[in-house]
């Protein structure tokens, strides 16, 4: 169980971590969302669908999340159980949505296995509906209880329906059909605010950790055989130090939210995450912690020709490049030269010096490259012979209108993003030197001479026609058809039933010498009585 409450205290940490840092920015502005669909990565087709909805939905989605990750996450240390619950459906609710209209990989569904350490066996249990139906009478400790939960579950909720309200200032127009929201506090009150919760947060994680761990040496002591008992000791205490080092470690990245916190931090934690820094067990990771984009989302379009003059497009499977192309769906996958293209558009070519090598690639008409801009080789424009020359321009994308039939995307050219090249070009043998890829030793061929050298090639041939997304939605889903057939299939555990009323008053009639000696002489002509008195008797 101690293991379950770091990874959800490491997930707090950097979700918080990255929507404090985007409130901080551009985020005050709350209409974060009128651009974030059209400038991610790597839209959805429901992201075009969700750019158009009303702004003061975009809004009103922003302080909605806000809520769920800044106020919400609190109560996966909450005491009462259904607090808990809420809070891991609003998670829930929250990436569902992320999932929908963006692809992230496995970051969300990553993201949805730590929070189910909010569950408990009693939530994940099938109780049938006769077991739901008897329930006894709660003594009033318990009933005190529940009133108490309840109480308290009733106020938490108003307090976090009020701290909504009041701080991003919503009001309702019942004439337009809409919610309005504002900010009604400045950046300085926002710090202010940051600077008084960061530390006990920390102590509330550290506070969590002490009482998993409490409770595990609590369990230990209860375990019986000295044997079982030595083994279970040093179980316990590898993982509990492994467990309290890696939370120390955490805190440090963790602190970087407030500069003042990570200097009042415990020196032995920051020398214990100097140590292991190299290793990149915890870090301050966030994706996007700007908006970029604001003016129209920059992309990078690769061309190729054979004389200089006649360019052609060279279409990427996944990010956006024609603009009557729909956006796919690609989680889980990531697609990794297509985010970095994405990357790339960010600034000059010169800040990613891995482009100069790609170019240089596309010229050599090397095929892994080009599988990775296009799976299937015979929809690369320059499958047959490499092109000659190869450019790069850098346009503005933006949604389509809803009135715009057969396109997602319209687009406007900016600049030349990289100049025309061939193969032997001084200006690209320049680059190439300038980033140290040049003369550089082919790679060592290996032996494929291993029999299981051979068995992946081949299977990796064979699966090369399949892209990376339907594989791998292929293979989840013939696992999970695997172990619903194993849940449908295997053994059902037998239910266990009161037994007979007859039982029950057995002692009582022993006690009773008339009635023993009546028992002991069997009744004429009644076969079944006397079979079911020894069969009781057995």
């Known amino acids: 169980m101690a293991g379950s409450r770091l990874p959800r205290q490491l997930f707090l940490q950097g979700v918080a971590a990255v929507f404090l840092f985007a409130f901080a920015s551009l985020y005050t502005q709350i209409p974060a969302l009128t651009y974030h669909y059209e400038t991610q990565c790597l839209p959805t087709p429901a992201s075009w669908f969700a750019h158009h909805l009303p702004v003061w939905l975009h809004k009103l989605s922003v302080v909605a999340t806000f809520l769920i990750e800044i106020a919400v996450p609190p109560l996966f240390f909450a005491p009462a159980r259904r607090l808990r619950l809420a809070a891991f459906y609003s ?21 949805l296995v730590l929070t189910t350490a909010l569950l408990d066996d009693k939530h994940l249990a099938a109780e049938s509906g006769n077991s739901r139906r008897k329930k006894t009478p709660a003594s009033w400790p318990k009933a005190l209880l529940a009133l108490l939960a309840l109480l308290l ?52 994680g550290g506070a969590s950790l002490a009482w998993e761990l409490l409770a595990a040496f609590w369990r230990w002591t209860q375990v019986r055989g000295w044997l079982r008992k030595l083994c279970t000791a040093v179980q316990l205490s590898i993982f509990g130090t492994a467990t309290v080092a890696m939370f120390l470690v955490s805190l440090v990245p963790y602190s970087y939210v407030e500069p003042s916190t990570h200097g009042r931090l415990w020196t032995g934690a920051h020398r214990l995450f100097g140590a292991v820094e190299h290793l990149q067990l915890a870090n301050s990771y966030g994706l996007f912690r700007r908006m970029t984009g604001l003016g129209g989302r920059p992309e990078v379009v690769l061309e190729g020709s054979y004389d200089g003059h006649h360019w052609t497009e060279i279409e990427f499977m996944y990010k956006p490049g024609n603009v009557s192309r729909p956006p796919p769906l690609v989680a889980p996958h990531q697609p990794r030269l297509d985010w970095q293209m994405w990357f790339a558009a960010l600034g000059p070519h010169t800040h990613s010096p891995w482009f100069t090598s790609l170019v240089l690639c596309l010229l050599q008409g090397k095929e892994p490259v080009i599988r990775l801009i296009q799976n299937d080789v015979a929809r ?159």
């Open 91 to 111: 998670q829930v609710l929250l990436q569902v949505l992320i999932i929908i209209t963006g692809n992230y990989n496995f970051f969300n569904l990553l993201t």
């Open 153 to 204: 579950e009733l106020t938490v909720y108003g307090l976090l329906a009020y701290g909504t309200v009041h701080y991003f200032g919503l009001e309702v127009d019942w004439e337009q059909y809409a919610v309005h929201s504002r900010t009604t506090f400045t950046f300085h009150q926002f710090s202010q605010w940051l600077k008084m919760v960061t530390l006990p947060t920390m102590w509330l």
């Open 380 to 538: 690369y424009p320059f499958h047959k012979q490499p092109p000659t020359y190869v450019r790069a321009q850098r346009y503005k994308y933006w949604f389509s209108q809803p009135g715009e039939p057969g396109q997602w995307w319209r687009r406007q050219w900016v600049e030349e993003f990289f100049p025309p090249v061939s193969l032997g070009d001084p200006t690209l043998d320049r680059l190439l030197g300038q980033f140290g890829l040049q003369n550089k030793s082919p790679p060592r061929a290996r032996s494929s001479s291993n029999t299981l050298t051979q068995a992946l090639h081949w299977l990796r041939k064979q699966l090369s026609p399949l892209e990376a997304p339907t594989l791998l939605w292929g293979l989840i889903l013939a696992v999970g058809a695997i172990r619903v057939m194993q849940s449908l299939l295997g053994p059902r555990p037998s239910r266990s039933y009161p037994p007979p009323r007859e039982e029950k008053h057995r002692p009582a009639l022993k006690k009773d010498p008339g009635a023993a000696t009546d028992q002991a002489a069997p009744a004429p002509n009644n076969c079944n009585s006397g079979s079911q008195t020894a069969r009781r008797k057995k």
